[in-house]
């Protein structure tokens, strides 16, 4: 990484390593700063503790390799250097807070706090800076950003002429929701002499602070501007980093090539040996093979990241490739192939500190209850909902609560899920958190919905796709369309609701959501019954083989074979109808859904009728959620239930 001659260099774990002069005879001298041999290059000891002792000898030859292999970016080959370093003198805080460096590398959160811990609590003999750099570290370690933000604002006070700090300082303060005050932060570090004010890392941190606060033109601007100086610097691997970042930016603006931004930047990581930026750059160019309903090729891109994350034992990158991997499984529908991705991710965040179970808990629970396993849902939400409470981490109290509220409704509890929607949105509206507020007020909608309260359902519909609309490139997502086709069905429109629920399967077939299609057809032919059109009902219908009952959640599978009962009735078939609807009854009871039983039991009652087309039932809710994408499991044979996040 690029740093100023004559300054100190960091390396990509955030581990000072600071030049200190050296006196005539070997040892380490003063720096011209108070603080600098406190934080020393990795073959000298601090001058305090000079080199009287062969094991503290050998503990700074360790450190001095493991600190070399983590500026080389090798954090796996880094460890064991560091732990040995540790234990050939465990009383040194430094020692500590290398090996946190490297564990931190690797994503090992946890061990990495208590690592960090231990430097802190035998840091009291150092001075007050020192002691402030090492808390720092710790801070940030442990995610406890308004506590790492008021240290590093303490230490740029004391040395407001130290890039270093400026640079941790803007670094620290989005991630404690200050991505305003960063952007103030880079402005101080600016504002340093020549060449320190022209880094390119100070825009750099620019563009994640702006890409923090969703502006992803300042985004893109600052994150060019970084590559540009890195490129005139000769700093190849800074250059990359930067041009990965524009490249996200770009895509979050349709701006065309982005894609050969982001090939160029993987490719110049690959040559710098690199691999944690390449297993980044699949994984983000996965995410966007997934939003364009590319999923074989997503899910060959996770799985490359995926393997390069298991070769050099970085267990963030691995937590974020399974993520991806479950992500994509339920995007096609496939609960058991995503449950099996959750556990898998859920597994690897017992190294990672509970704050990284949150996501994980929160998709496994979504998987859960669409399968209609919803005791072990309540508990994964649960788990979820206390950590987040104990962490202060209110993005996803808030999306816990629309979570608990998505299975409160399947259990046909609308009243409590109309509380709980009531308060996820007050939290994630104060945390502005536009993806989850979207998708959390279709999940509401559906429940006014349910309830009869059509006013209050159009008007959270109208604000989701005002919001989704003023997402970057906006558009009309197919689930917002589902929803206001529900609307329109309940309101007896049956044409708008049929025109809507057709731009709905257009878009769930274009990102290549299969069972999310089969639950869009369903509206689409019960409307088409109701407006009369059943010979168009039963062609649609005809196009589509039986959902696959143990892939596919439980909604979708059961609201689809609720179509076909309702067309054989209106086709004259209606003992035929009649048995048919009894077996999705007994099914959806299997299930354990009671919303879904209640859908069938409706149907049944619709079909009783004579004619059935004064049928009052309301096809199919929306989905739940953006994040929840689907929100149903199998039918026919008596499966074992089961199946098995943000923010874009």
Known sequence: MY?????????????????????????????????????????????????????????????????ERLRQGDALSARPYLEKAVAADVSYPLLHSGLAAGLSALGLDTQAGQEAKRALDSSPGLGRVEQLEIEGSYRNIIHDWPRAIQVYQALFTLLPDDLEYGLLLGTVEPRGGQAQEALGTVQALRSLPAPLGDDPRIDLTEAQAAGALSDFTHTQSAARSASAKASARGARLLYAKARLLESGAMQNLNVAGFQEVRTEARRICAELGDRLCVAAAYRIEANQMAGE????????????????????????EK???????????????????????????????????????????????????????????????????????????????????????HTLELESKSEGALGEYSRALEILREVRGPYEVSETLLGLGSTQLDRADLMGARKSFEEARTLGRSFPGGVNLPETELAFAHLSFAEGNFADAASRARLALSGFTAS?????????????????????????????????????????????????????????????????AMRAIDGVIAAASRRGIPRLERDALEAKKTIGRRPPATSSRLPARPFQSLRELSTCSSLWPATRGGCSPKRS
């Not at 000298?44 to 600190?67: I, T, V």
């Not at 309903?293 to 963030?316: K, T």
């Open 319 to 405: 937590l974020n490739a399974l993520n991806g991997l479950a992500n994509a499984a339920r995007l096609k529908g496939d609960l058991p192939a995503a449950e099996g991705y959750y556990r898998s991710a859920a597994a690897v965040t017992a190294d990672l500190g509970p704050q990284k179970f949150l996501e994980v808990g929160l998709g496994l629970a979504d998987v859960l209850a669409e399968s209609g396993r919803l005791s072990e849902a309540h508990g994964s939400i649960e788990q979820a909902l206390r950590i987040a409470q104990q962490t202060g981490e209110r993005e996803c109290a808030g999306m816990g609560e629309a979570a608990l509220a």
């Open 3 to 67: 740093a100023p001659a004559g300054k100190r260099q960091r390396s990509a774990t955030n581990h000072r390593m600071t030049r200190c002069r050296i006196s005539p005879g070997g040892a380490p001298g003063e720096s011209a700063r108070s603080w600098a041999c406190a934080c020393l290059t990795p073959d000298h000891p601090h001058p305090s503790e000079p080199l009287r002792r062969s094991n503290l000898g050998k503990a700074w030859k360790q450190y001095a390799k493991g600190m």
């Open 512 to 576: 290549g959501r299969e069972s999310d299609r089969y639950l869009a057809t369903a509206v689409l032919a019960e409307a088409l019954m109701m407006k009369g059109s059943t010979t168009e009902a039963s062609t649609l219908l005809a196009q589509f083989p039986s959902p696959d009952a143990v892939r596919f959640p439980a909604r979708s599978v059961i609201e689809f074979e609720i179509a076909r009962c309702l067309l054989l009735a209106h086709t004259g078939h209606r003992s035929e």
């Open 293 to 316: 309903g590319e999923l074989a090729v997503a899910e060959r891109l996770y799985q490359a990241a995926l393997e390069i994350a298991n070769q050099i034992g970085n267990f963030m």
